[in-house]
């Protein structure tokens, strides 16, 4: 390696004595694609010593290859490592890296500028406690500089350094350095960032990186690295909040121990602490304090370890134990930001996974309060979220879960969004505070249950829920089922696409925001029906997988029979009872399934009905066949 410490090659326990004691700084680069985020962690790795002799001769190799820099050293090539991102020349996913000086260890993480790739800057500025903003001097700020900067100040990164780099390419000119000074701190005090730090410099070159340079003699503040090496970092901050240990695992390795182990995310415990386990509400006392080293007298903000409490009570993955005295809150629904990072948009009704801490809930976004111009900050009216999109929200979830503000506590407040088929991470939210609602209404208890309501029938209830293209045969197949279980003195309910528009859905219209919407009411209507101890038939298009998924999570298991009426397109367009097609064909009629929306064929419906070879009897009785095979009805 390149000289580092003479201790190294001296008196090695000592420099790693010396190591263990210095202190530790997290921090990201971020604004727009092109400004020199990886130039500069390069440079910083190379100014520092903490490059091997052989990364040094393979980066010059590298620079030859695929620099961009003529015949100097291309200092971006040492972070940027996957090939898409050497050939292209930009950073693709978050590469972390690690230095240290005589004074500070650091963790750096490299976030991508491009548009596409906002959703990796979250992660990288997730555990971030100083956020290095790169500005190209010959662009100035830019929208995508705007938004990494509004990213930063919601995530709670209250120190920033406004590196202006590319100093050398406009003459290293002042009167650009002071225009930009001027535009950033503009929008700066909008977003409420406060003491801001602006350097000019040059990564490429190494103006005002690790010394200050004689190119600018105008500017007369810190250099990078002496910002780094000397901002006041608050470790113990975390230390002074309530205690909290979100459960990552219930230790049980006998009969005789079991103790729950997690990352203590805020305060201090020791051993005779009283605590709250949440979202139950049941109290205990901390027995031991549990290490791989032994037992400790106390565990801080940061540490992970095992807890043995006095009691034996009830605690799971995703619990969350509080001090008693100020515990976090529970609560189902709350008002959060969301950032959206999927291509697909985000729909309003739409069911995803939650994941806060160790829990992992269902949750659905009720309402789109507003979403926010990251350029004017403007409130502006949505229906649905696109990439890199942020809003604030109205949140439901499908059971109570411990938290605490983001503001607070950003790892009990702090949630991801993953979408519930491909189980791809499609956003990130920060909670607010939970909706008055969330405590005031609560779940009434009744004597006569779904289950007396169905004897009562001498039935089972469920859901029949037929899905097809439009002019499949779905609510005819529907309606002569219904018409065969009624003179078979079974008590049903037919809810048929059309007519739930002339009334309970009557203000929907055909967008994809819409129809979530529209099914997502329909499914609760259902769920009361079969509640009432009703079998339900619906027929609607429901072209999306993940509403139909959702419609059958709100009822129990093996009440919910998916019937596909699989006919092709060519057949349903040549049938065309209501002339849809047709107008679809002219373009009088938007967003119509399988023209120019698409529809999401079921992969393992309980029934298949292929009615290009079945009739409708025939189809109507194989349903019915279905129903009695399973125990629904009897004939």
Same mark, same amino acid.
């Given at each position: ?24 700084? %997290? ?5 727009? *694609? @092109? =400004? ?18 052989? !990364? ?97 100040? /919601? ?26 000074? =001027? ?5 700066? !005090? ?37 910002? $780094?090496?000397?901002?006041?970092? =608050? ?30 995310? &805020? ?51 995703? #619990? ?9 809150? *529970?609560?189902? !629904? ?8 999927? #291509? ?6 739409? +069911? ?45 979830? @499908?059971?109570?879960?411990?938290? =605490? +503000? ?10 991801? /969004? ?27 208890? *009744? ?21 097809? $293209? ?27 696409? #059309? ?31 079969? @509640? ?13 997988? &993940? ?6 999570? $709100? ?10 009426? #699989?006919? +092709? ?10 002339? $849809?097609?047709?107008?679809? %064909? ?18 393992? +419906? ?30």
């Amino acid at each position: 390696m390149a000289h580092v410490s003479d201790l190294i090659a001296s008196d090695i326990e000592q420099y790693l004595k010396t190591h263990e004691k210095k202190g530790l700084l %997290r921090f990201i680069t971020c604004g727009s *694609v @092109d =400004d020199g985020k990886s130039t500069l962690i390069g440079r910083l790795l190379y100014e520092s010593k903490m490059l091997f002799e052989d !990364q040094l001769a393979a980066v010059e190799a590298d620079s030859k290859k695929w620099g961009t820099q003529g015949e100097e050293i291309d200092f971006a090539l040492l972070v940027d490592g996957l090939a898409a991102e050497r050939e292209q020349g930009i950073t693709i996913d978050v590469a972390y890296r690690f230095f240290s000086t005589d004074k500070r260890k650091f963790i750096v993480a490299d976030t991508p500028g491009h548009e596409q790739y906002t959703r990796n800057m979250v992660t990288g500025a997730s555990t971030a406690d100083v956020a290095v903003v790169m500005v190209d001097a010959r662009k100035g700020v830019l929208t995508q500089t705007r938004r990494h900067s509004y990213l930063v100040s /919601l995530l709670g990164i209250r120190r920033i350094v406004v590196a202006i780099n590319k100093m050398d390419l406009v003459g290293y000119a002042e009167g650009v350095y002071r225009r930009i000074v =001027d535009d950033y701190s503009a929008f700066a !005090q909008q977003i409420g960032l406060e003491g801001v730090t602006f350097i000019p410099m040059s990564a490429f070159k190494g103006d005002n990186i690790t010394a200050p340079s004689d190119a600018m003699p105008w500017y007369h503040g810190t250099t990078l690295m002496g910002y $780094l090496e000397t901002v006041e970092v =608050d470790d113990t901050v975390m230390q002074r909040a309530p205690f909290r240990l979100p459960v990552q695992w219930v230790n049980r390795p006998n009969l005789d121990f079991r103790g729950f182990a997690g990352a203590v995310a &805020s305060g201090v415990v020791r051993p005779g602490d009283r605590v709250r386990v949440q979202p139950s509400g049941r109290e205990s006392t901390v027995a031991r304090i549990v290490t791989r080293d032994g037992d400790l007298a106390q565990a801080v903000a940061g540490q992970s370890v095992t807890l043995t409490l006095t009691d034996e009570i009830d605690i799971s993955r995703g #619990d969350v134990i509080s001090t008693v005295a100020a515990p976090a809150e *529970v609560a189902d !629904q709350f008002e959060c930001t969301v950032i959206w990072m999927h #291509d697909e948009p985000m729909l309003a009704g739409r +069911p995803y996974l939650l994941k806060i801490g160790a829990r992992t809930v269902t949750a659905t976004v009720t309402d789109i309060k507003y979403q926010v111009n990251v350029n004017t900050l403007e409130h502006v009216a949505a229906k649905k979220l696109e990439l890199n999109a942020i809003a604030v929200c109205n949140l439901s979830m @499908d059971r109570a879960v411990a938290f =605490d +503000p983001y503001r607070v506590n950003r790892d009990t407040g702090g949630f991801i /969004l993953i979408d519930r088929l491909s189980n791809n991470t499609v956003g990130a939210g920060l909670l607010h505070f939970a909706l008055r609602r969330a405590h005031n209404i609560h779940v009434q208890h *009744v004597d006569v249950n779904k289950q007396a309501r169905a004897a009562l029938k001498h039935q089972r209830g469920c859901v029949v829920w037929f899905t097809g $293209l439009s002019g499949a045969g779905k609510s005819s197949i529907a309606n002569l089922v219904e018409k065969k279980l009624h003179a078979m003195g079974h008590h049903t309910y037919l809810l048929d696409g #059309d007519n739930v528009r002339h009334g309970l859905n009557k203000d929907l219209g055909f967008t994809d925001a819409d129809r979530v919407e529209n099914i997502r009411r329909v499914a609760e209507v259902a769920k009361l029906m079969v @509640d009432a101890g009703l079998i339900v038939l619906t027929a609607f298009i429901s072209p999306f997988k &993940s509403e139909r998924r959702m419609a059958r999570a $709100l009822v129990e298991g093996g009440e919910f029979v998916e019937v596909f009426v #699989d006919t +092709p397109l060519e057949v349903a367009e040549a049938r065309d009872v209501k002339g $849809l097609y047709k107008k679809a %064909r002219r373009g009088e009629l938007k967003n119509f399934t399988g023209i120019d929306s698409p529809y999401e064929a079921p992969e393992e +419906p309980e029934l298949r009905l292929d009615t290009t070879q079945l009739d409708l009897d025939a189809a109507a009785n194989a349903v019915l066949g279905w129903l009695e095979a399973k125990g629904m009805i009897e004939r």
